[in-house]
């Protein structure tokens, strides 16, 4: 029996997750899909430029596994551009240390990274605030997302 996946840490997800070739009508052309670990790995080794067993601490996976994602996401990057793919950022096995909370007073909710103070609300000071998931609608940011 397989040893079931471990969720992979991310803490950079990307404003724009669509790329297509220029002049290509996106209805036209066949999109390759990169994991949001994939885009991590890549992120962390080729632009952090850190070394194989920092990005796999960062990432929380071994340097194997570190190996294997970014591998992944190379093949998958180098085709979409030899190509002519579009590519989609999206799902994958990751967890963040992110996590959004809401507050029970102004009902502002907003996301923190685990290291900073979440017991004040930015927007009001309150301190009646409570992570989405007690609040009944969080989507497992505190532990994980599992998107295929």
Request: glycine share 4%.
């Given at each position: 029996m397989a040893r079931p996946t471990k969720f992979r840490r991310v803490e950079f997800f990307p404003e724009d997750d669509y790329f297509v070739p220029c002049?290509?009508?996106?209805?036209?052309?066949?999109?390759?899909?990169?994991?949001?670990?994939?885009?991590?790995?890549?992120?962390?080794?080729?632009?952090e430029e850190l070394n194989q067993e920092e990005c796999a601490e960062k990432m929380q996976v071994s340097r194997q596994t570190f190996q294997n994602i970014i591998d992944s996401a190379r093949k998958k990057v180098v085709t979409a551009l030899t190509e002519g793919k579009a590519i989609r950022i999206s799902g994958g096995h990751y967890?963040?240390?992110?996590?959004?909370?809401?507050?029970?007073?102004?009902?502002?909710?907003?996301?923190?990274n685990y290291d900073q103070d979440r017991a004040v609300c930015p927007s009001c000071g309150s301190?009646?605030?409570?992570?989405?998931k007690k609040a009944g609608f969080c989507k497992n940011w505190c532990k994980g997302n599992n998107i295929e």
């Amino acid at each position: 029996m397989a040893r079931p996946t471990k969720f992979r840490r991310v803490e950079f997800f990307p404003e724009d997750d669509y790329f297509v070739p220029c002049g290509k009508p996106k209805c036209q052309i066949e999109e390759i899909a990169l994991k949001v670990e994939e885009l991590e790995a890549m992120r962390l080794k080729d632009i952090e430029e850190l070394n194989q067993e920092e990005c796999a601490e960062k990432m929380q996976v071994s340097r194997q596994t570190f190996q294997n994602i970014i591998d992944s996401a190379r093949k998958k990057v180098v085709t979409a551009l030899t190509e002519g793919k579009a590519i989609r950022i999206s799902g994958g096995h990751y967890t963040t240390k992110l996590c959004k909370f809401k507050c029970a007073e102004c009902e502002t909710i907003y996301e923190i990274n685990y290291d900073q103070d979440r017991a004040v609300c930015p927007s009001c000071g309150s301190d009646k605030v409570m992570c989405n998931k007690k609040a009944g609608f969080c989507k497992n940011w505190c532990k994980g997302n599992n998107i295929e």
